[in-house]
């Protein structure tokens, strides 16, 4: 199994631009969902997704959109680009939503917004 | 989810056991002790979890107190690819559990 992939690893945007991070696992995990880590600091919940056709915000969701036609796939869109928004993000899949199941997080994809 | 304390560093000879406490004593029954570490702004990676009773894997050691108010882990023999922030995580048994809230964590150092 590859386990949870993310692409591209590295992007530079210009503000307004739009872009999607993608997000992909092949474990047929249920759940996924998207953080992103700003330096020095803890991961934060943008939106997740219990299974396919299911999606809801979490912490941070401003800025960012998200679907789930398939089990497997999981994308994040920026909108408009911000430099706010600059940040790692990270996606994470677990088999099921509730708290005894470990995520599992890809490798990051590192955003700089200018 | 109950709140968890770490200390903010800790040093560990290569080869020693490394020994990393976490208080959370506001966590309820039904909450999950889990452990996460992130090496170097890699993808946080999994440990191990446990509800109650302490558990093994081929990783480390979690022993969680009786009074499930505090918890060790433990990596038995560790080398410098564990240098590493490590997370104590409490998270609900069911429900949605919507995320994983990641603490500020230990910095564990391997010194050679």
């Known amino acids: 199994n590859a386990g949870v992939t993310q692409t591209p690893k590295f992007q530079v945007l210009k503000t307004g631009q739009s872009m999607t991070l993608q997000c992909a696992q092949d474990m047929n995990h249920e759940y996924m969902s998207w953080y992103r880590q700003d330096p020095g600091m803890g991961l934060r919940l943008i939106h997740y997704s219990v299974g396919a056709g299911i999606t809801d915000q979490g912490e941070v969701p401003n800025g960012y959109n998200v679907s789930r036609s398939t089990t497997e796939d999981f994308p994040l869109r920026l909108l408009s680009a911000a430099p706010s928004q600059t940040s790692v993000y990270f996606c994470?899949?677990?088999?099921?939503?509730?708290?005894?199941?470990?995520?599992?997080f890809g490798p990051g994809t590192r955003l700089t917004v200018t | 989810d109950a709140k968890t304390t770490q200390p903010t560093s800790m040093d560990c000879a290569e080869g020693r056991a490394a020994n990393l406490p976490c208080n959370h004593s506001?966590?309820?029954?039904?909450?999950?002790v889990y452990w996460y570490r992130q090496i170097h702004s890699q993808g946080p990676q999994y440990i191990i979890h446990g509800l109650k009773n302490n558990e093994t894997n081929e990783m480390a050691s979690l022993i969680i107190t009786e009074d499930r108010k505090s918890s060790t882990l433990i990596l038995p023999h560790a080398t410098l690819r564990d240098t590493a922030v490590y997370y104590c995580?409490?998270?609900?048994?069911?429900?949605?559990?919507?995320?994983?809230?990641f603490g500020s964590g230990t910095q564990l150092t391997v010194l050679p």
């Open positions: 994470a899949s677990s088999k099921l939503a509730g708290g005894g199941n470990e995520q599992y």
């Open positions: 506001t966590i309820s029954g039904n909450e999950y």
């Open positions: 995580i409490v998270r609900f048994s069911s429900g949605s559990a919507r995320q994983l809230t």
